[in-house]
């Protein structure tokens, strides 16, 4: 191999390099770290392996590192240069993929605790009738923003930049709307009937399951956000669109887990 080959190579290496990122895993410790303070501050009566606060100030550390570590991720990954060759572009759907399996086996843990909660008699004392009008709409209006992501997507691939804008733009949009129900949903529980977190075990499944969603909604629409501030300035095309793709699965991710909540949490909390 010459001299100048072997420039090449090293350079080609170094870029592989510089698409491998540290961040996801400083999101997962920090995860670990908040996993670890919600126990704690949550069966502090039960286990007191330590005081409440004591738990509530680890969680809360936890939080900021994940917020920290996806910060770094997502800046790296959609607010950097543009995503330019087949092994870059492989390394980060392979980075999303691994990304939702892991957030496959977070809920699964959640629906795990549910089920559990569900053994016996059923429907439990206490538990509200969950399902209604609302939960109907939201669950419209995030379907629908699938659908208008998937036909963006397809809009890019077509050379069709103006429908493209418009579809992700109404995506996003979409995704501010399922946020604004499910703020009014939370308020109409816990103020109007006074269905809490603490409302016996199917309130902490409610809240906990339902919660973690609406976050990964909100980490969707950030994301969503980014895309149409990318896509206005020309920086896709049918040739460049990993982070379309990756967050195209994110976002059709999270509303295949709100069907699964809708009808085992919603539609199944009054049914035996």
């Given at each position: 191999?010459?001299e100048?080959q072997?420039?090449?190579?090293?350079?080609?290496?170094?870029?592989?390099?510089?698409h491998r990122?540290?961040?996801?895993?400083?999101?997962?410790?920090?995860a670990?770290?908040?996993?670890l303070g919600?126990?704690?501050?949550l069966?502090?009566?039960?286990?007191?392996?330590?005081?409440?606060?004591?738990?509530?100030?680890?969680?809360?550390?936890?939080?900021?590192v994940?917020?920290?570590?996806?910060?770094?991720?997502?800046?790296q990954?959609?607010?950097g240069?543009?995503?330019t060759?087949?092994?870059a572009?492989?390394?980060?759907?392979?980075?999303?993929?691994l990304?939702?399996?892991t957030?496959v086996?977070?809920?699964?843990?959640g629906?795990?605790?549910?089920?559990?909660v569900?053994?016996?008699?059923?429907?439990?004392?206490?538990?509200?009738?969950?399902?209604?009008?609302?939960?109907?709409?939201?669950?419209a209006?995030?379907?629908?923003?699938?659908?208008?992501?998937?036909?963006?997507?397809?809009?890019?691939?077509d050379?069709?930049?103006r429908r493209?804008?418009?579809?992700?733009?109404?995506?996003t949009v979409?995704?501010?709307v399922f946020?604004?129900?499910?703020?009014?949903?939370y308020?109409e529980?816990?103020?109007?009937?006074?269905?809490?977190?603490?409302?016996?075990v199917?309130?902490?499944?409610?809240?906990?399951?339902?919660?973690?969603?609406?976050?990964?909604?909100?980490?969707?629409?950030?994301?969503?956000?980014i895309?149409?501030?990318r896509?206005?300035?020309?920086?896709f095309?049918?040739e460049?669109?990993?982070?379309v793709?990756?967050?195209?699965?994110?976002w059709?991710?999270?509303d295949?887990?709100?069907?699964?909540?809708v009808?085992?949490v919603?539609a199944?909390?009054?049914l035996?």
């Amino acid at each position: 191999m010459t001299e100048q080959q072997d420039g090449h190579a090293g350079a080609a290496e170094a870029a592989d390099h510089d698409h491998r990122s540290r961040w996801p895993i400083v999101a997962a410790a920090g995860a670990g770290v908040l996993y670890l303070g919600a126990a704690l501050a949550l069966f502090a009566d039960a286990v007191p392996l330590a005081p409440v606060f004591l738990g509530v100030a680890i969680a809360v550390v936890g939080a900021g590192v994940v917020a920290v570590g996806l910060f770094g991720w997502f800046g790296q990954a959609y607010l950097g240069r543009s995503l330019t060759g087949e092994r870059a572009d492989g390394s980060y759907r392979a980075t999303m993929v691994l990304f939702l399996l892991t957030d496959v086996a977070t809920f699964g843990a959640g629906f795990a605790y549910y089920f559990v909660v569900r053994v016996g008699a059923w429907p439990a004392a206490g538990v509200p009738d969950v399902f209604g009008s609302l939960v109907l709409a939201n669950t419209a209006i995030l379907v629908a923003s699938s659908a208008t992501l998937h036909v963006a997507h397809s809009a890019l691939h077509d050379g069709n930049r103006r429908r493209f804008l418009a579809l992700l733009g109404a995506t996003t949009v979409l995704g501010v709307v399922f946020l604004a129900g499910q703020v009014v949903e939370y308020y109409e529980f816990v103020v109007a009937e006074g269905f809490t977190l603490t409302s016996g075990v199917f309130g902490s499944a409610f809240f906990g399951l339902t919660g973690l969603h609406g976050l990964h909604v909100a980490l969707g629409v950030v994301l969503l956000g980014i895309l149409f501030w990318r896509a206005l300035r020309g920086e896709f095309s049918p040739e460049r669109d990993t982070s379309v793709t990756t967050v195209s699965w994110y976002w059709h991710f999270v509303d295949a887990v709100w069907i699964f909540l809708v009808v085992y949490v919603y539609a199944g909390a009054t049914l035996v």
